[in-house]
């Protein structure tokens, strides 16, 4: 099980609690757990990722491990403790202003 924290705009249209665990196949990437994410909660297509390209919607970044994970490849596998499901897969809002 693969654990996923997401943030709160993202919780509300969901309708989930903070964390959600999902199956996913391997290899498990940033793709794929994104694929089982929507595919569990149609509500979120399209609001991490574009449609069309599937690039990261801006002011979204992910990370696992302490690590940022938002500019690798979505293709590249996710750190071992994130598949074991000791760690979890965030999701998180990015804040920018002035």
């Known amino acids: 099980m693969i654990r996923v ?16 665990n999902l199956e996913v196949d391997s290899p ?14 149609p509500t979120l297509c399209g609001t991490i ?10 002011f979204l970044r992910f ?9 690798e490849s979505a293709d590249t596998p996710v750190p071992d403790s994130v598949v074991s499901g000791d760690e979890p897969f965030f999701i998180v809002g ?5």
């Open 5 to 20: 924290v997401l943030p709160p705009h993202l919780r509300t249209l969901a309708n989930v609690g903070s964390e959600v």
């Open 49 to 58: 990722r574009d449609h069309v390209t599937q690039k990261r919607r801006p």
């Open 94 to 98: 990015a804040v920018a202003g002035g």
């Open 63 to 71: 990370f696992a491990c302490s690590e940022d994970l938002s500019l």
């Open 28 to 41: 498990v990437t940033t793709q794929t757990i994104l694929d089982a994410l929507e595919a569990r909660y």
